[in-house]
């Protein structure tokens, strides 16, 4: 999953994850839809009916491992961050990209102290709660 999020740093497309397209890690901190209404729009319009498998939100962050079926990402949100920033900043001879170290952490440069990042990760899961099982519906 890191290695997806830093496809578009290793390229040089973008400087940063937070700032890259089309990525997991962008979606996570800058939602761009609600996933219930783009598959209810899409359906409408037919556009999904040449896909054999049903569209997937992306999982939670758990945060903890429990004694319990657990079905998100046994990272928390900010943990996953820090670990793709770090992984970013590594030099890759055989890659044209990476974080530049000059570049202050993540969670600075998304201008949040870690209070601040705890709300905004918890009303991120909270939004996307009701849609995680969206796509059984059909």
Same mark, same amino acid.
């Given at each position: 999953?890191?290695?997806?999020?830093?496809?578009?740093?290793?390229?040089?497309?973008?400087?940063?994850?937070? !700032?890259?397209?089309? !990525?997991?890690?962008?979606?996570?901190?800058?939602?761009?839809?609600?996933?219930?209404?783009?598959?209810?729009?899409?359906?409408?319009?037919?556009?999904?009916?040449?896909?054999?498998?049903?569209?997937?939100?992306?999982?939670?962050?758990?945060?903890?491992?429990?004694?319990?079926?657990?079905?998100?990402?046994?990272?928390?949100?900010?943990?996953?961050?820090?670990?793709?920033?770090?992984?970013?900043?590594?030099?890759?001879?055989?890659?044209?990209?990476?974080?530049?170290?000059?570049?202050?952490?993540?969670?600075?440069?998304?201008?949040?102290?870690?209070?601040?990042?705890?709300?905004?990760? !918890?009303?991120?899961?909270?939004?996307?709660?009701?849609?995680?099982?969206?796509?059984?519906?059909?």
């Amino acid at each position: 999953m890191a290695y997806v999020d830093l496809n578009p740093v290793r390229a040089a497309i973008a400087e940063t994850p937070e !700032t890259s397209d089309y !990525t997991s890690i962008k979606e996570r901190l800058v939602p761009r839809f609600n996933l219930s209404d783009a598959i209810q729009a899409q359906s409408e319009q037919l556009f999904l009916k040449q896909f054999p498998l049903p569209l997937k939100p992306l999982l939670l962050f758990e945060g903890v491992v429990r004694n319990e079926p657990q079905l998100g990402i046994l990272f928390s949100l900010s943990d996953y961050l820090e670990l793709v920033d770090y992984t970013g900043r590594i030099l890759n001879p055989n890659k044209r990209g990476h974080i530049p170290e000059d570049q202050p952490p993540i969670l600075k440069r998304l201008g949040l102290s870690t209070d601040e990042w705890l709300v905004e990760a !918890t009303e991120f899961e909270a939004r996307y709660r009701d849609n995680r099982w969206a796509h059984l519906d059909r």
